[in-house]
T-cell receptor
C-alpha cells in the first residue's frame, strides 16, 4: 500500500514564500506530481519530479528526495490567487501509471 | 480546442435512483479515470480504463459501474447500491505512453442525493 502525508491547512501572507511538504511511503517509486486545485474546480498540473533535486518553474519550485521519501512545493511571491488546495500524488514502482493522491493542503493567502 | 468535459456541473437526484455522469475527451488519450473527492479527503480512484472495452476497479468501486465503448467516452453510473453518493466526481485522462505523462482533469460534477 501507499501512505502519503501532507499538512491539512497552511496560511501565508501575500508576497511571502511558503513551503508545502509531502512525505510518502510506497512500494517502489516512479514519480511524484503536484497539482493545484481551486475550490470546486479541476486539479491542474504544476510539477513532476522523478529524480532527486529541485525543479523550478517560475514562482513555483518542487523538490524531491527519494531516499527520504520527501518532497516539497515552494511558492514564492505569493498572490491572493494562490489560495487553493495543493495535491501531492505519487506513482509507485509497480508498473502502473496511476498515482495515489494525498489529502491535499489547503493554502490560504491573506493580505 | 482539445480537452476533457464533464456534464452536468451540478446534479441532484433522489435516494434510490441510478444516475449517469458523462465524461468526454478529445485528447486522443488511451487511459481514462474516475475519482471521487470528499471534503478533507484526497482523490480516491473509482474505476479506470486503459483501452477501449476494458476497465478495472479502483479502490472504491462498490456501488458504481462504468463502460468504455468508445475511446473518447467513459461514463460513470452511480447506482442505488452506493451508500453515500453525495460527492464531487472528477474524470481524468492521460496518454500513459511515458512516465512523465500527467493526468488531465475535467471540471467535475457535484452530485447531491436528496
Amino acid at each position: 500500500g501507499q501512505n502519503i502525508d501532507q499538512p491539512t491547512e497552511m496560511t501565508a501572507t501575500e508576497g511571502a514564500i511558503v513551503q508545502i511538504n509531502c512525505t510518502y511511503q510506497t512500494s517502489g517509486f516512479n514519480g511524484l506530481f503536484w497539482y493545484q486545485q481551486h475550490a470546486g474546480e479541476a486539479p491542474t498540473f504544476l510539477s513532476y519530479n522523478v529524480l532527486d533535486g529541485l525543479e523550478e518553474k517560475g514562482r513555483f519550485s518542487s523538490f524531491l528526495s527519494r531516499s527520504k521519501g520527501y518532497s516539497y512545493l515552494l511558492l514564492k511571491e505569493l498572490q491572493m490567487k494562490d489560495s487553493a488546495s495543493y495535491l501531492c500524488a505519487v506513482r509507485d514502482g509497480g508498473g502502473s501509471y496511476i498515482p495515489t493522491f494525498g489529502r491535499g493542503t489547503s493554502l490560504i493567502v491573506h493580505p | 480546442d482539445g480537452g476533457i468535459t464533464q456534464s452536468p456541473k451540478y446534479l441532484f437526484r433522489k435516494e434510490g435512483q441510478n444516475v449517469t455522469l458523462s465524461c468526454e475527451q478529445n485528447l486522443n488519450h488511451d487511459a481514462m479515470y474516475w475519482y471521487r473527492q470528499d471534503p478533507g479527503q484526497g482523490l480516491r480512484l473509482i474505476y479506470y480504463s486503459q483501452i477501449v472495452n476494458d476497465f478495472q476497479k479502483g479502490d472504491i468501486a462498490e456501488g458504481y459501474s462504468v463502460s468504455r465503448e468508445k475511446k473518447e467516452s467513459f461514463p460513470l453510473t452511480v447506482t442505488s447500491a452506493q451508500k453515500n453518493p453525495t460527492a464531487f466526481y472528477l474524470c481524468a485522462s492521460s496518454s500513459e505512453r511515458q512516465s512523465t505523462d500527467t493526468q488531465y482533469f475535467g471540471p467535475g460534477t457535484r452530485l447531491t442525493v436528496l
